[in-house]
């Protein structure tokens, strides 16, 4: 008696946790995509499934089972899919630093479409006048920019390189060159091509990140020469 009555208590539970569910999507409190939906129902059909063996009735437990079976599925599929966007330390450094407004599985595309290189000291990665070939990323390391024989910058962390250049295949505005051992993202020309074919919003994205940078660098350069013309004046 008290077993049954233990039943019937986890049925209403389960019917609670079911109605609170399509409640919360309904009224738009729960996304119908996310894994707080799959658990309630999986919590509901395990709870009303349970409730079943004090009166068993077949097609109710045909329900249950399938209603278990697909959760079960989703919540494997969500974790898959979470895993997949996970960034490790160097990615979440360039996500932080630069890819932020895009959206996680733009920016993870974005990373699955290039690599990761350990650049060298003298290392070329654009030469003035030359089309852009590939974008970098710095993780640490240096680099300089040359304009001419004139060196006009020192790139480190977070700095991008082939900004400019890359989407339009423009000639490099300067020559860059490694002065301190560097890891760094590397992109082809051609994969983000590839990749702006398929995802035009995307490379919208990146066309608005490319531009913020160039923009930080002009202010700096400008920066730089207004201080060397005062100087001048002086
Ligand atoms: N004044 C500058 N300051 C910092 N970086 C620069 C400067 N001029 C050129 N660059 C970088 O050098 C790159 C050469 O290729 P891009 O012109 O595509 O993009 C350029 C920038 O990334």
Request: charged share 20%; hydrophobic share 50%.
């Amino acid at each position: 008696m008290q077993g049954s009555l233990f039943l019937d208590g986890l049925g209403l539970l389960g019917a609670a946790l079911y109605l609170g569910s399509y409640a919360g999507l309904q009224f738009g409190v729960i996304r119908g995509n996310s894994a707080l939906y799959t658990i309630l129902n999986l919590a509901a059909s395990l709870a009303v499934l349970t409730s079943l063996f004090s009166q068993w009735n077949l097609s109710s437990a045909v329900i249950q089972t399938s209603w278990v079976v697909i959760s079960l599925v989703g919540l494997t599929r969500l974790w898959l899919l979470q895993r997949r966007l996970r960034f490790d330390d160097a990615e979440q450094v360039f996500y932080e630093t630069h890819l932020g407004a895009l959206r996680h599985i733009d920016a993870r595309r974005f990373m699955d479409a290039g690599e990761w290189v350990d650049l060298a000291v003298g290392e070329g990665l654009t030469t003035e006048g030359a089309p852009v070939e590939a974008l970098f990323f710095l993780v640490g390391g240096e680099a300089r920019v040359m304009a001419g024989s004139q060196e006009v910058a020192r790139l480190g962390e977070g700095a991008l390189i082939g900004e400019f250049g890359v989407l339009t295949r423009a000639p490099a505005s300067a020559t860059v060159e490694i002065t301190r051992p560097a890891r760094a993202f590397r992109i082809t020309a051609d994969a983000l091509e590839t990749l702006g074919d398929r995802n035009g919003e995307l490379l919208r994205q990146l066309s608005f990140v490319f531009a913020l940078s160039g923009q930080a660098k002009l202010a700096t350069s400008n920066a730089r020469l207004r201080g060397s013309s005062l100087d001048a004046a002086r």
